[in-house]
């Protein structure tokens, strides 16, 4: 299934130093693939564009399709469009491109003051992800949304991982800050959830 296939490709990724480029180092080199150093949103791409893909050329084809509010072009080997990327990880949700939101299957929905021209936005608090812990499937997509009054320029999601079930359920992502560094870690998303400084998440799937 895609969603094992997307927990795969990040389960590869772990230990992965985090890029401390405040843009992206894949940003600020133009490039598609930049597996060196890794932040939370270019594990995201990267996991799902190669689950969805076959080889590696298929992978930055898909990656031009889904990582870019309209396409992503490439001019001998660079990105030269990448100032139309999704920088916002809210973006990348209601773009539909990563996945279904299933935030309202998952548990008790509340809503939050939106911005951007969002008036409010659903989440699923902390304390009903934690209760629909079983509801999640591998390669589920969490989006981690911040207090209204902790945004620095209107942005709703501060994080992003991706959920993987064996016995337990774990979350995958790159865990770090620009400032310090990090690396990509595989935790049990319950801890994860009591010690985030986050007010709950969304959630999108590939079925």
């Known amino acids: ?25 894949y940003v600020t080199r133009a490039t598609i693939v930049a597996d060196e150093r890794v932040d939370c949103m270019y594990l995201i791409f990267r996991a799902v564009e190669l689950a969805l893909s076959n080889t590696p050329e298929e992978a930055i084809e898909i990656s031009l399709d889904r990582r870019f509010h309209t396409k992503g072009i490439l001019k001998e080997g660079r990105v030269v469009n990448y100032h139309d990327r999704f920088e916002y990880g809210e973006d990348m949700i209601f773009s539909g491109r ?11 929905t509340m809503r939050i003051k939106g911005s951007r021209g969002r008036d409010f936005i659903e989440i699923l608090p902390s304390e009903h992800l934690l209760k629909g812990l079983r509801k999640l499937k591998s390669g589920d997509i969490l989006f981690f949304v ?5 945004r620095k320029v209107e942005e709703i999601i501060g994080h992003i991982g991706i959920v993987k079930v ?9 865990s770090g800050t620009k400032g310090k560094g990090g690396e990509v870690k595989k935790v049990l998303l319950k801890d994860y959830i009591l ?13």
Not at 98 to 108: H, L, N, P, Q, V
């Open 1 to 25: 299934p895609v969603g094992e296939r997307i927990a795969f490709w990040a389960e590869r990724f772990v230990g992965t130093p985090y890029d401390l480029d405040p843009m992206g180092e």
């Open 98 to 108: 990563w996945g279904r939101e299933i935030t309202s299957e998952a548990g008790k």
């Open 146 to 150: 911040k207090k209204p009054e902790d």
């Open 166 to 174: 064996a016995q337990e359920v774990y979350l995958i992502h790159a």
């Open 195 to 207: 010690k985030m400084p986050f007010i709950g998440a969304k959630i999108t799937r590939f079925d």
